[in-house]
């Protein structure tokens, strides 16, 4: 029976206790910032996290003396007008605005802080809430366009951003947990945010307000860099594809506007102008494929070719069908567009 008990012990209370600590790290948590903004949210978070626990366990404790006395002194004589009264203005005025107050007024001054305008000299960026999938363009100091790129957001560290986020659909909302709150996007208006990433790293962004059936796979990378890699990085986005190198990759370029690909996607350099999916000027520099929901790899990207509904259904990238050597063409071609 001992041994029975000491093997489910650790499952009930070892389980949920590590699943708490893990929920506090990683690549998309607001409990372990990677920027200003997260960081006075998490300063907030905590204190709240730790009275409203005080609290429930003040009110429960107090519930239960309650119960234990009505069984134990059915015949105790009530509190007197004086007490009750006295109770109702100390635990039912008193304690609540005391609780209350200060967080109010701190949430209040944090949120002014993180939603103050971004300075003149940041470096503005587009972003467009698609269905499913984020499109994302650098603008140059006139707020000309000068790359595009889709669900990788390259960020130089410590350097403000000004966000311009916009949706062509439904409402949207950009979240990148370790960086920043939630601003959402909305059809036919320009939500302006701003962000700074203190630390460099990879982390995760996802969609904060439910838009259709692929909402939880519309998420993105958060590339934070060094200023040095960032202006190398957008250099390069900012380039025309490269033409393709090999006669498997060029024959691969035909495939793709004999498949009807470029209705869709636009390839800078080529007559591939479509604006409905992601641009893939580039797309062989990017981490992920269909607004990180598997990696960019040679097999997924034939799985994704082949038969994106399964891996995204709904998503609006139709199926496509093609000979064996026709779409190992098209890889060779696509997996070129560094
Ligand atoms: C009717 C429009 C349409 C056509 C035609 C189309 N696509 Fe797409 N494609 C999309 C959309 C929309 C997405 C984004 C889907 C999502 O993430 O929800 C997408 C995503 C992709 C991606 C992932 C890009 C990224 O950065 O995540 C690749 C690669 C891709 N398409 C390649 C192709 C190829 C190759 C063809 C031709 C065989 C093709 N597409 C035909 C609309 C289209
Ligand atoms: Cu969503």
């Known amino acids: 029976m001992a041994s029975r008990k000491s093997s489910w012990l650790p499952v009930?209370?070892?389980?949920?206790?590590?699943?708490?600590?893990?929920?506090?790290?990683?690549?998309?948590s607001s409990l372990d910032p990677a920027g200003a903004a997260a960081q006075l949210i998490a300063d907030l978070w905590w204190p709240m996290l730790v009275v409203a626990t005080l609290v429930t366990a003040l009110v429960l404790i107090l519930l239960l003396?309650?119960?234990?006395?009505a069984y134990r002194h059915r015949s105790a004589r009530p509190l007197s007008s004086r007490q009750s009264r006295n109770l109702v203005i100390a635990g039912g005025i008193i304690l609540p605005l005391s609780v209350t107050i200060p967080f109010a007024l701190?949430?209040?001054?944090?949120?002014?802080t993180l939603y103050a305008p971004p300075p003149d000299n940041a470096l503005a960026i587009e972003v467009i809430g698609k269905r499913w999938w984020w499109e994302i363009h650098y603008l140059d100091k006139s707020g000309d366009r000068i790359a595009t790129t889709a669900n990788e957001l390259h960020v130089p560290v410590g350097e403000p951003i000004k966000l311009l986020l916009k949706s062509d659909n439904v409402i949207h909302s950009f979240w990148v947990p370790n960086i920043q709150g939630?601003?959402?996007?909305m059809p036919g208006q320009v939500n302006v945010t701003s962000l700074?990433?203190?630390?460099?790293?990879?982390?995760?962004?996802?969609?904060?307000?439910?838009?259709?059936?692929?909402?939880?796979?519309?998420a993105f990378?958060?590339?934070?860099?060094s200023e040095e890699d960032f202006n190398a990085w957008l250099e390069q986005q900012a380039q025309p594809a490269l033409m393709p190198e090999t006669a498997q990759a060029a024959q691969g370029r035909e495939v793709f506007f004999d498949a009807g690909c470029a209705s869709c996607h636009s390839i800078r350099g080529s007559r591939a102008q479509g604006d409905k999916g992601p641009d893939l000027t580039h797309l062989a520099g990017r981490r992920t494929l269909a607004a990180a929901t598997v990696p960019n790899r040679i097999g997924h990207l034939g799985g994704w070719i082949t038969d994106p509904q399964h891996i995204k259904p709904e998503s609006l990238m139709p199926p496509t069908e093609m000979p064996p050597d026709d779409l190992k063409a098209l890889l060779s071609y696509l997996e070129g567009l560094e």
């Open 12 to 28: 009930v209370f070892g389980l949920p206790s590590i699943s708490l600590l893990t929920a506090c790290s990683g690549v998309q």
């Open 65 to 69: 003396i309650g119960i234990f006395r």
């Open 106 to 112: 701190s949430s209040f001054s944090i949120g002014r």
């Open 182 to 185: 939630k601003t959402d996007m």
């Open 196 to 218: 700074v990433a203190d630390e460099p790293g990879v982390y995760r962004g996802q969609c904060a307000e439910y838009c259709g059936a692929q909402h939880a796979l519309m």
């Open 221 to 225: 990378l958060f590339v934070a860099e």
